[in-house]
C-alpha cells in the first residue's frame, strides 16, 4: 500500500508540475513577470523528484533577475514606453470595472490593474527608490 501511495504522490506533484509549466508557456506573453512564477512553481515541484528539474530550476532563478534588469534598464525610450503602457493598461482597467459587470471583464480589469502597477513600480526603480526611503 506504501508503493502505491508513493507512487501516486509521484504522478500527482509530477502532473502539478507539468500543469504549471504549460501555464507559464501560456502566459509567457503578458506584460509584467508573465509565466516566469508560473514557471519557477512548476520546476520547483519537478525538482521534487528530478535532478535535471532541480539544475533548471536553480537557471531561472539565477538570470531571472538579469532579465527584469535588461527589461527595467533606465533607458529614457525604453521607461517612457513602460510608462505610457502602465498607463494605457490602468485607464483600460478602470474602464472595464466600471463599465462591465461579467465576471470575465472584472478579472481582465483586476489583471489590467495588477500589470499596470508592476509596469510603473518595476519603471524607473520607483519601488527600489520607495523601499530605500522606509
Known amino acids: 500500500m506504501k508503493h502505491l501511495s508513493a507512487k501516486l504522490k509521484f504522478i500527482i506533484i509530477d502532473s ?3 500543469l504549471l509549466i504549460i501555464l ?3 502566459t509567457g506573453w503578458l506584460p509584467g513577470p508573465g509565466g516566469i512564477p508560473l514557471l519557477i512553481a512548476g520546476l520547483g515541484l519537478l ?14 532563478k539565477n538570470h531571472g533577475v538579469k532579465i527584469s534588469d535588461k527589461l527595467f534598464n533606465g533607458s529614457p525610450t525604453i ?7 502602465g498607463v494605457i493598461f490602468l485607464a483600460i482597467a478602470v474602464y472595464l470595472i466600471t463599465e462591465f459587470t461579467r465576471n470575465i471583464t472584472k ?21 527600489k527608490n ?4 522606509r
Not at 525538482?47 to 531561472?60: D, E, F, Q, T
Not at 478579472?107 to 502597477?117: K, P, R, S, Y
Request: aromatic share 10%.
Open 16 to 18: 502539478a508540475g507539468v
Open 24 to 26: 507559464a508557456g501560456l
Open 47 to 60: 525538482s521534487i523528484n528530478h535532478k535535471w528539474a532541480k539544475r533548471w530550476l536553480m537557471y531561472v
Open 79 to 85: 521607461t517612457i514606453v513602460i510608462d505610457v503602457i
Open 107 to 127: 478579472t481582465a480589469g483586476v489583471w489590467l490593474v495588477i500589470v499596470a502597477l508592476i509596469l510603473l513600480l518595476g519603471n524607473r526603480q520607483r519601488l
Open 130 to 133: 520607495f523601499m530605500k526611503k
